[in-house]
């Protein structure tokens, strides 16, 4: 129990800025850490619902709604995850070979093109989020853990493209197996949940996040020849804004029908 306990407080500190008490990253107390990775994702979700229901049944206008939405799961995770965004932007924008890509992902400056698309990432959550009702609500709360298991599954399972980073790390000290079938707990209870709440958009969502899980698959092996930290984070932020975009559109036009 304490080592499971310790590999919760190294899962927080890693990829969230919740303060934790500090623990020795060793390999007995980080065998376990991706598996509780998704629960991240069910704080986040809480803090959505919570502060979304608060702000949508207040006086505050749409725009002042939009931003702090977009705005709060990078408060909470320290905006780990858009790291890997950027960096990624800027490697697949160079058009570079496999090598050029891993050198310019490891790179901690940050070029025009990852400037570019933090730009229209950000417009579009802010956009996306100004349709959203309160309704909404529990099935954008759910992909955040839905994005986190399967970019945790991703990480344990995908070839990693090089022999060091943090991908890396925590692949050869994790518990494959039980890291991998606490993944799929984690998938199935959270599209079990968009299932119950919504059947329509929760079968979009699915559907839409399979067909992206298998391109970013094939991303990470033909462009860069395997996975690494920041191509996990890229798949993180792409999948929640894809999330987003189909539950919101997706119940517009379900309302048409």
Not at 14 to 40: G, H, L, Q, R, T
Not at 116 to 127: D, E, Q, R, V
């Amino acid at each position: 129990m304490k080592n499971l306990f310790e590999s919760m407080l190294i899962a927080f500190s890693m990829y969230s800025k919740i303060p934790m008490p500090k623990v020795e990253w060793n390999d007995k107390n980080m065998k376990y850490a991706m598996c509780f990775f998704p629960v991240i994702g069910v704080v986040i979700g809480v803090c959505v619902q919570i502060i979304g229901t608060l702000l949508i049944k207040s006086t505050f206008g749409s725009l002042f709604f939009s931003v702090i939405m977009t705005l709060l799961p990078v408060m909470i995770t320290g905006g780990i995850h858009l790291d890997g965004f950027l960096d990624t932007i800027d490697a697949l924008s160079s058009w570079g070979d496999k090598e050029k890509k891993l050198q310019i992902l490891k790179d901690s400056n940050s070029g025009a093109f990852a400037i570019i698309g933090m730009g229209c990432y950000l417009l579009c959550n802010i956009a996306l989020w100004s349709e959203a009702s309160v309704e909404m609500l529990p099935l954008i709360s759910c992909g955040y853990v839905l994005s986190r298991a399967l970019s945790g599954y991703s990480v344990v399972t995908f070839q990693t493209a090089k022999n060091s980073g943090l991908a890396k790390t925590f692949q050869d000290t994790a518990q494959k197996k039980r890291v991998k079938m606490t993944m799929y707990c984690w998938i199935m209870i959270s599209t079990g949940c968009m299932l119950v709440y919504n059947l329509k958009n929760a079968i979009s969502l699915f559907v839409a996040g399979a067909l992206f899980f298998q391109y970013y698959k094939r991303l990470c092996k033909k462009q860069f020849g395997g996975i690494t930290g920041d191509l996990a984070g890229y798949f993180l932020q792409v999948f929640e804004l894809l999330m987003l975009g189909v539950i919101v559109l997706g119940t517009r036009l379900y309302a048409l029908v």
